[in-house]
């Protein structure tokens, strides 16, 4: 079965501080992972893309690493601020277009 | 700027009633996309459309239709609504082709009581 786990479920951290998310699947055959953020009670939007001869690649202070090897990805965010606070989902791409989303990280970036 | 609009932000309605939900995008794209998303879980397909008149079930289909007759419109139905569908429902299109960028709409929390 297809599945996206992500770890932690959810994080507090201070304004300014970096933090690493991360992504594990199982999902074959493998295509593509992709991070998104979400604003509560707003549809995702996309941060990155990675196909699978990509291991890093990054949109701002937003840096995504892939390791296909291990089923591997995190999300790290540098210098962090009181707008990043949202939930980050990572999802995985497989097969002819089809998807698996995972359940998502919830930052918190308190001042 | 991809622009997907959805007919509503918030909706309420009672059992038994047939609920539409509108989709809008102006970026010409082929695909789109229905997707629910509960506290838990993460997105789950609906249904989603490559092409007008086009549709396919995703994950998720029982309970739901769809609707494409024109290229930039993309329609959800409920035919009878149930307290179990009570849901934030997510569209979302995409040009073709692998790997490809989705965008999402606002979404719509559908409250059924």
């Known amino acids: 079965k297809n599945q996206v786990e992500q770890s932690p479920q959810s994080l507090i951290i201070l304004e300014g501080k970096n933090c690493t998310l991360q992504c594990n699947y199982t999902v074959s055959p493998f295509s593509n992972l992709r991070w998104y953020k979400q604003d509560t009670g707003r549809g995702p939007v996309s941060l990155t893309i990675m196909t699978f001869s990509e291991n890093t690649k990054s949109n701002g202070r937003y840096t995504a690493t892939l390791d296909a090897d291990t089923k591997q990805s995190s999300l790290h965010i540098t210098a962090s601020q009181l707008s990043d606070s949202a939930s980050y989902i990572c999802?995985?791409?497989?097969?002819?277009?089809?998807?698996?989303f995972g359940t998502g990280t919830r930052l918190t970036i308190i001042p | 700027d991809v622009k997907v609009t959805q007919s509503s932000r918030y909706l309420v309605k009672r059992t038994g009633e047939k609920v539409f939900l509108e989709c809008v995008q102006d970026m010409d794209h082929e695909n789109m996309f229905w997707y629910r998303q509960d506290p838990g879980l993460g997105l789950r397909l609906i249904y989603f459309?490559?092409?007008?008149?086009?549709?396919e079930k995703g994950d998720i289909p029982e309970g739901y239709s769809v609707s494409r007759e024109k290229k930039e419109r993309f329609s959800l139905i409920l035919e009878s609504a149930s307290t179990n569908q009570t849901s934030m429902y997510l569209c979302?299109?995409?040009?073709?082709?692998?790997?490809?960028?989705?965008?999402f709409g606002p979404g719509t929390r559908l409250t059924v009581t």
């Open positions: 459309s490559y092409d007008v008149k086009m549709k």
């Open positions: 979302a299109s995409s040009i073709s082709g692998i790997p490809y960028e989705q965008y």
């Open positions: 999802v995985v791409g497989f097969g002819n277009e089809k998807l698996t």
